[in-house]
């Protein structure tokens, strides 16, 4: 896989992590996008020995979308801060089954993980080990039966988007493990980190880094 790098500065680099690639290594042993970011910064700033890669954030292996990576301890420690208060915009794009009733609209759930299962449900009520998860969609269009959606993350919990909208009668195209009828033919899921909005580690200059929506997604055959 040739590493498609985004952005970057002295404190940060954000890359594009296709579907099915892990962003961190575990126990299958499979390529990871940390691993791969590693050796582009080994190999572009001919560095020896171990190089350091701050791990801010992830995505589902199967979804695909903008990863930011922190190069330093310094770029670790600031924007880490910006995630936990939430000041990071993280827009992402989904193709959903069916068309929501509402083309607009706050969802709020309590969401509890089955560790043994990876499955995630959603409760409508506070539930005992369940934790608050908000995000907003609008509709952008719909795709003969689907919808694409808009969507801004307010809290960031394991599969929340795909657990939050299959709750409302729309699972994300290809999820067949939260309600969709089928799996698509790479396995991926219809969901897209789009767009990302943060403070530099250095200087306080805004930035926003985005990628288009996959144009397949905007036919009727997917």
Do not use: C
Request: proline share 5%; hydrophobic share 40%; glycine share 8%.
């Amino acid at each position: 896989m040739n590493l498609r790098v985004l952005y970057e500065d002295n404190h940060l680099i954000a890359v594009y992590k296709p579907s099915g690639v892990l962003v961190q290594g575990d126990q299958t042993g499979d390529p990871a996008l940390m691993d791969m970011v590693k050796e582009y910064l080994k190999r572009t700033y001919k560095k020896s020995g171990n190089v350091f890669l701050g791990l801010l954030h992830r995505l589902d292996r199967p979804v695909s979308g903008i990863v930011l990576f922190a190069k330093t301890g310094k770029g670790a420690s600031r924007l880490s801060e910006q995630f936990r208060n939430r000041s990071v915009e993280k827009i992402y794009h989904a193709l959903v089954a069916g068309i929501p009733k509402k083309s607009a609209d706050t969802l709020v759930h309590f969401l509890k993980k089955n560790p043994k299962t990876n499955v995630v449900t959603a409760y409508k009520k506070e539930t005992d080990g369940a934790l608050r998860a908000e995000l907003s969609y609008e509709t952008v269009q719909t795709v003969g039966k689907n919808a694409l959606l808009k969507i801004r993350l307010h809290t960031g919990r394991p599969h929340q988007i795909r657990v939050q909208l299959a709750a409302i009668g729309h699972p994300i195209v290809g999820d067949v493990k939260y309600g969709a009828q089928k799996p698509l033919p790479d396995r991926s899921l219809a969901l897209f980190a789009t767009s990302l909005t943060f403070v530099t580690a250095t200087g306080g200059e805004q930035k926003t880094v985005s990628v288009p929506v996959p144009l397949e997604w905007k036919k009727q055959n997917i």
